[in-house]
C-alpha cells in the first residue's frame, strides 16, 4: 500500500539556520509526484512545493528546496534562514495514481516546526 | 480573487443531529475533495468527486454524505451515525484529469467542528 512517513513529530530551529524535514514514501507507481505544505495554526494548507518522480532537478522554490532521493524513496524537505513565520505544522504529500480519471493524494502525519529567536 | 471557501469556521453539534459543512470554489476546478484532520493526525479522506453528480468514498466515509449539483459546490453532511465527529474537516479542489501534474490542490480554510 502507498504510505508516507514523517518521523519527527516535533523539530526545533533557531532563527536563520537551516532545518531539513524528513518525509519517506512508498508506491510502487513509476510516476507518483509529492508536496510540501505548510499548515500555520490558523488551519489552512499553503503549498510550498513540488517534486516529480522523472524530475531530475531537485526542486527549489525560494527558501525551500527538496533533497529528492528516488533510490531512498525519501523528499525532505529544507528550509533555509528559517524565520519567526516558518512556525507551523508540515505535510509531506504524494499523489496516488490515475484511478477513475482523477488523482487521490496520501498525507503523513505531518511535522511541528517551532523558529526559536 | 479565485479561491475556495468553507462555512461556517466554526460548528457545534449536538448528540443524534445532522450538520452540513460548506465548501464553494470560483476556481473552474472539476475535482473536489473532502478531508478529515486529527490532533497529531495528517489529512484523511473522506470523499472526493472529479465531476457534478459524481462522487466517490474516499478512506473513511462511514458516517458522512457528500452531494455535487453543481461544479462549485460540494457540501458534506455530517450524520449521526458519525460517533466521533469532532475534528477539524477541509475542502479542497484541482482541475480534472492529468492537467499539469505539478498542480498542487488547492484547500479552503476549514470547518472545526465541536459535539455540544
Known amino acids: 500500500a502507498q504510505k508516507i512517513t514523517q518521523t519527527q513529530p516535533g523539530m526545533f530551529v533557531q532563527e536563520k539556520e537551516a532545518v531539513t524535514l524528513d518525509c519517506t514514501y512508498d508506491t510502487s507507481d513509476q510516476s507518483y509526484g509529492l508536496f510540501w505544505y505548510k499548515q500555520p495554526s490558523s488551519g489552512e494548507m499553503i503549498f510550498l512545493i513540488y517534486?516529480?518522480?522523472?524530475?531530475?532537478q531537485n526542486a527549489t522554490e525560494g527558501r525551500y528546496s527538496l533533497n529528492f532521493q528516488k533510490a531512498r524513496k525519501s523528499a525532505n524537505l529544507v528550509i533555509s534562514a528559517s524565520q519567526l513565520g516558518d512556525s507551523a505544522m508540515y505535510f509531506c504529500?504524494?499523489?496516488?495514481?490515475?484511478?477513475?480519471?482523477?488523482?487521490?493524494?496520501?498525507f503523513g502525519t505531518g511535522t511541528r516546526l517551532k523558529v526559536l529567536a | 480573487d479565485g479561491g475556495i471557501t468553507q462555512s461556517p469556521k466554526y460548528l457545534f453539534r449536538k448528540e443524534g443531529q445532522n450538520v452540513t459543512l460548506s465548501c464553494e470554489q470560483n476556481?473552474?476546478?472539476?475535482?473536489m475533495y473532502w478531508y478529515r484532520q486529527d490532533p497529531g493526525q495528517g489529512l484523511r479522506l473522506i470523499y472526493y468527486s472529479q465531476i457534478v453528480n459524481d462522487f466517490q468514498k474516499g478512506d473513511i466515509a462511514e458516517g458522512y454524505s457528500v452531494s455535487r449539483e453543481k461544479k462549485e459546490s460540494f457540501p458534506l453532511t455530517v450524520t449521526s451515525a458519525q460517533k466521533n465527529p469532532t475534528a477539524f474537516y477541509l475542502c479542497?479542489?484541482?482541475?480534472f484529469g492529468t492537467g499539469d501534474l505539478r498542480e498542487p490542490q488547492h484547500f479552503g480554510d476549514g470547518t472545526r467542528l465541536s459535539i455540544l
Open positions: 517534486q516529480g518522480s522523472y524530475d531530475e
Open positions: 504529500a504524494m499523489r496516488e495514481g490515475r484511478l477513475s480519471g482523477t488523482y487521490k493524494y496520501i
Open positions: 479542497a479542489s484541482r482541475t
Open positions: 476556481l473552474n476546478h472539476d475535482a
